[in-house]
């Protein structure tokens, strides 16, 4: 073989050699455009179901605004009342300074407890008063002001024994709060 015969055989070779690495190039390029296409069309559903749930958490955000300031509203009349003694002391406390006489007063704590509750407990007070009508009255509107989260389970007002003068039998449950699951302050 001569010289340009062997020239000839390089060239040849290195034009083979061009257009095979081209053709394997142009192999790997489409298989990454078909893998790309492949990927934006899974894409697609998946930004339309994040789009479908950011607008469902924003809904439910503006329809839960109104439930979530009342709760935060409710939360320090609720941390205040975190024990049996706290809630007994408060009661006793508005007594004193109603001024109203105490028949007789007791306290118990509710022996069935819910856990995993934010109320898991409450204190049952049952009152028996004997005063001034006005005192009396003004008394119970006190104990709704000072301790907004209790319930009256039964109120009965009689005629006292004197001529102003009425008897209440009051049995008052008071919600004690599990302060670990309040949010902080």
């Known amino acids: 073989m001569n010289d340009r015969k062997m020239a000839c055989m390089i060239l040849l070779l290195a034009i083979a050699g ?3 690495g081209t053709q394997k190039m142009r192999g790997r390029m489409l298989a990454a455009e078909s893998g790309a296409e ?8 998946a930004m339309q179901e994040r789009t479908m749930s950011e607008r469902s ?4 955000k503006k329809k839960s605004m109104a439930l979530l300031e009342f709760y935060h509203s409710w939360v320090p009349h609720l941390r205040d009342l975190n024990g049996a003694q706290s809630g007994e002391r408060k009661v006793v406390e508005l007594i004193k300074e109603s001024n109203v006489f105490p028949l007789s007063q007791k306290f118990d704590e509710d022996k069935k407890t819910v856990k995993g509750q934010l109320i898991p407990k409450s204190l049952k007070a049952t009152l028996v008063l004997e005063d001034d009508y006005a005192k009396t009255l003004n008394f119970l509107g006190a104990l709704e002001e000072k301790v907004p989260a209790c319930r009256v389970d039964h109120c009965f007002v009689s005629r006292g024994g004197a001529g102003n003068d009425i008897h209440v039998e ?9 302060v670990s699951k309040l949010p902080p302050q």
């Open 57 to 60: 958490l924003a809904d439910r």
């Open 38 to 45: 492949t990927s934006k069309m899974a894409a697609n559903p």
């Open 18 to 20: 061009l257009a095979f």
């Open 170 to 178: 009051l049995t008052v449950q008071i919600p004690m709060a599990d």
